[in-house]
């Protein structure tokens, strides 16, 4: 199994302002996925992170609010910019498919915006 | 895309009861998780399970991938046991699918 460790994992914004959420996995990954959490929901996926390439968004995210930096095999960062308290939630990497056939997630970034 | 839905939405047990949650999906899955989420937050691997049955200790899941559906059994439950159980589906693309999750309270 990956273990995977995230940075922050918490934090409170004033609104306007950006956060960067760092994960960091314990071995080589081909792809790494970031998920929000809004409170009392289910987990969506923003986008996902390839080493060498611009990360791939899904429906509804756009680079210019979450830019994504993968610049090694075991790193990734999120930044959520130009924050609203609409943006409060977890934000969770993870790790799978490939080269592990399970996802494995990271503890959560519980950000708060005021 | 696929969709996954889950039942209940919410259930309360007193300590010491059995329960079975539910997962259904609407297309065809390679793979199948289900996940605790404990009150922190942090999501809990509990099973990887395509097809068949599997057991660890007081929890086992079934899928059955051609009537696409699978099952958590929780036995014996504890209060530990709360929180929020998803399941999420991977369906050939790259990339899990969650369930709208199961918010389970285990009253001592």
């Known amino acids: 199994s990956a273990v995977i460790s995230q940075k922050p994992s918490r934090d409170i914004c004033q609104r306007g302002t950006s956060l960067t959420i760092q994960c960091q996995v314990d071995s080589q990954v081909t792809m790494m996925f970031w998920y929000r959490q809004q409170p009392g929901q289910s987990l969506t996926l923003i986008a996902t992170?390839?080493?060498?390439?611009?990360?791939?968004?899904e429906s509804g995210f756009v680079i210019d609010k979450f830019p994504i930096s993968r610049p090694n095999l075991t790193f990734s960062t999120l930044t959520v910019s130009n924050m609203s308290p609409e943006d409060s939630s977890i934000y969770l990497c993870?790790?799978?498919?490939?080269?592990?056939?399970?996802?494995?997630f990271g503890p959560g970034t519980r950000l708060t915006v005021l | 895309g696929i969709q996954v839905e889950q039942s209940p939405p919410d259930l309360i047990l007193q300590e010491g009861a059995n329960s079975t949650l539910r997962c259904n999906f609407s297309?065809?899955?390679?793979?199948l998780q289900w996940f605790h989420q404990n009150p922190w937050g942090q999501l809990i691997n509990l099973f990887y399970?395509?097809?068949g049955t599997k057991q660890n200790g007081r929890l086992s899941a079934t899928t059955v991938a051609t009537e696409r559906y699978s099952l958590l059994y929780i036995s014996s439950s504890q209060t530990t046991d709360s929180g929020v159980y998803f399941c999420?589906?991977?369906?050939?693309?790259?990339?899990?699918?969650f369930g709208t999750g199961t918010r389970l309270k285990v009253l001592a």
């Open positions: 297309d065809s899955v390679n793979n």
């Open positions: 993870s790790v799978g498919g490939g080269v592990y056939n399970e996802q494995f």
């Open positions: 999420a589906v991977h369906s050939g693309t790259y990339k899990y699918i």
């Open positions: 399970i395509p097809s």
């Open positions: 992170a390839n080493q060498g390439s611009e990360a791939t968004y």
